[in-house]
């Protein structure tokens, strides 16, 4: 591993975001009008791969699309963020999609994701593509793929001396074995008593599920809390990093990814890890002001202006 070379490793999935805007979810049996509607790029690993990307880091995303008209969205995506795809093609399986619900009032969103040729990404794929683990300076994985192939990367990234992100999204409950792999997990509220029963309402619940994860061999729980910021929680640690308010909410949706790409990002280039998480407070917060997923991220020099102003 080239330490703190300022490069990202992402295992994940490519979804094409199918995005509704609408006042509320429709009944089962009931039709409602919209008020709008956006195809774009998503998927959490590819979001994370974008946000890092923009902001600085050199990114290679692993993972599995078909060969179809989604597929082509994806490929277009990373050559225009400048990432390396390390990504295999599926003949018989199709690239993923997403339903996503978005509350035209208040920006909150409800997901269906189905990961298509990427629900058949193995530990074998993830040998295979194995160098680019060994050659970051951070890893990060996530759950829309299988959870082997995860545990695989965070294996191969510790083997190396790699820092390890997990992010437990969509949450389940996973073998304790990944848990010492990981030097940070990264889950929110909901994920987090998910993983841990702990039901997370404030950054002490937060504390106290990040002791769970803790005792399971995690070495920093960083527990996202939306608007009340983030909780970084190690066993010599313990801090609220705050939330940043760059304009109007308009879309939650890719936040948490935001966050994700921006701390592995900064992580890459050296930062504090705790001011690695302000960085990446600082682009979920710049996120949440824009429409879409991957389209949302910002650019470095726009999360350099928002830290400078509130510094």
């Not at 909410?249 to 890890?273: I, K, Q, S």
Request: hydrophobic share 45%; charged share 20%; proline share 6%.
């Amino acid at each position: 591993m080239a330490e703190q070379n300022g490069r990202v490793a992402i295992l994940g999935v490519f979804v094409a975001d199918l995005a509704f805007w609408a006042g509320r979810m429709p009944a089962v049996g009931e039709t409602i009008a919209g008020s709008g509607f956006k195809l774009g790029p998503g998927g959490k690993g590819s979001n994370q791969s974008v946000a890092a990307a923009r902001a600085g880091a050199g990114v290679t995303f692993i993972s599995k699309i078909g060969q179809d008209e989604f597929g082509a969205i994806a490929r277009a995506t990373w050559k225009a963020e400048g990432i390396t795809a390390r990504v295999l093609e599926a003949a018989d399986q199709p690239t993923g999609a997403a339903f996503i619900f978005v509350n035209d009032q208040t920006g909150d969103n409800a997901i269906i994701v189905v990961p298509g040729a990427a629900a058949t990404i193995t530990p074998e794929d993830v040998e295979a593509a194995g160098d680019a683990i060994r050659d970051a300076a951070v890893f990060v994985t996530q759950l829309e793929q299988p959870v082997p192939s995860a545990e695989r990367g965070l294996a191969i990234a510790r083997e190396a001396g790699v820092a390890t992100i997990f992010n437990p999204a969509p949450a389940e409950q996973v073998p304790d074995a990944i848990y010492p792999l990981c030097d940070y997990v990264t889950p929110n509220e909901t994920e987090a008593e998910v993983m841990t029963s702990v039901p997370v309402g404030s950054a002490d619940d937060a504390r106290k599920a990040g002791d769970v994860f803790l005792e399971k061999g995690v070495g920093t729980a960083l527990i996202t809390l939306g608007e009340a910021g983030a909780l970084f929680h190690s066993k010599d640690r313990s801090e609220l990093v705050p939330a940043f308010n760059a304009g109007p909410v308009l879309e939650t949706t890719g936040a948490g990814d935001a966050f994700n790409g921006g701390f592995a990002a900064a992580l890459a280039r050296g930062m504090d890890p705790v001011e690695a998480a302000r960085f990446g407070s600082a682009v979920a917060g710049i996120s949440v002001t824009r429409a879409g997923t991957a389209p949302s991220m910002p650019k470095l020099a726009e999360v350099e202006a928002l830290l400078s102003k509130t510094s």
